[in-house]
T-cell receptor, first 116, second 111 residues
Framework: GAVVSQHPSRVICKSGTSVKIECRSL??????MFWYRQFPKQSLMLMAT?????????EQGVEKDKFLINHASLTLSTLTVTSAHPEDSSFYIC????????????FGEGSRLTVL | GESVGLHLPTLSVQEGDNSIINCAYS??????FIWYKQESGKGPQFIID?????DKRQGQRVTVLLNKTVKHLSLQIAATQPGDSAVYFC??????????FGKGTTLSVSS
């Protein structure tokens, strides 16, 4: 099946620094990727939709200047958490639409961000 | 806004029992539904999906039922095993758009 890879799987950073998380589709091209955030014991919340070659679409309440999304190629989308604060500590998960666009989304294994 | 929800946050069963996890959705325009399993510290794992033109779909040990009349989705796991212990999410979308997730049900299987 299709594989989506996220890197890093875990990252710890100091408050005020920026962190980049990569999401790669390994065996298919993904024109659309989605970024989710999951706080402990809660569900996945959609943050933004990333489209290759265009600006990301952010969900209401998600700051686009804080969560920078770049989808420069058909196999890579990046999420940069800028000037991270402890409240940004969360599990960030990306997903990609398969080539057949049957509706199934393939998920990465997630990236655990801890901001000290 | 419209969202997907679950009826019970936790479900405890004995090994070998059948488990039923329920989900209510509110977006009548959704045409695709998926059940995911998530283990601690990992991303969601696809279990089974169903399209709105079906009311039942079976996989290996799992069955998904869709009742569009009452906007209800359920996941049945036969002969539940300790390895099935995880958080289960239902999710919905209109094909090609982002999935919207429900709140999750934690399944605990005791042996």
């Amino acid at each position: 099946g299709a594989v989506v890879s996220q890197h890093p799987s875990r990252v710890i950073c100091k408050s005020g620094t920026s962190v980049k998380i990569e999401c790669r589709s390994l065996d298919f091209q993904a024109t659309t990727m989605f970024w989710y955030r999951q706080f402990p014991k809660q569900s996945l919340m959609l943050m933004a939709t990333s489209n290759e070659g265009s600006k990301a679409t952010y969900e209401q309440g998600v700051e686009k200047d804080k969560f920078l999304i770049n989808h420069a190629s058909l196999t890579l989308s990046t999420l940069t958490v800028t000037s991270a604060h402890p409240e940004d500590s969360s599990f960030y998960i990306c997903s990609a639409v398969g080539q057949a666009n049957t509706g199934e989304l393939f998920f990465g294994e997630g990236s655990r961000l801890t901001v000290l | 806004g419209e969202s997907v929800g679950l009826h019970l946050p936790t479900l405890s069963v004995q090994e070998g029992d059948n488990s039923i996890i329920n989900c209510a959705y509110s977006n009548s325009a959704s045409d695709y539904f998926i059940w995911y399993k998530q283990e601690s510290g990992k991303g969601p794992q696809f279990i089974i999906d169903i399209r709105s033109n079906m009311d039942k779909r079976q996989g290996q040990r799992v069955t998904v039922l869709l009742n569009k009349t009452v906007k209800h989705l359920s996941l049945q796991i036969a002969a539940t095993q300790p390895g099935d212990s995880a958080v289960y999410f239902c999710a919905e979308n209109i094909v090609g758009t982002a999935l919207i997730f429900g709140k999750g049900t934690t399944l605990s299987v005791s042996s």
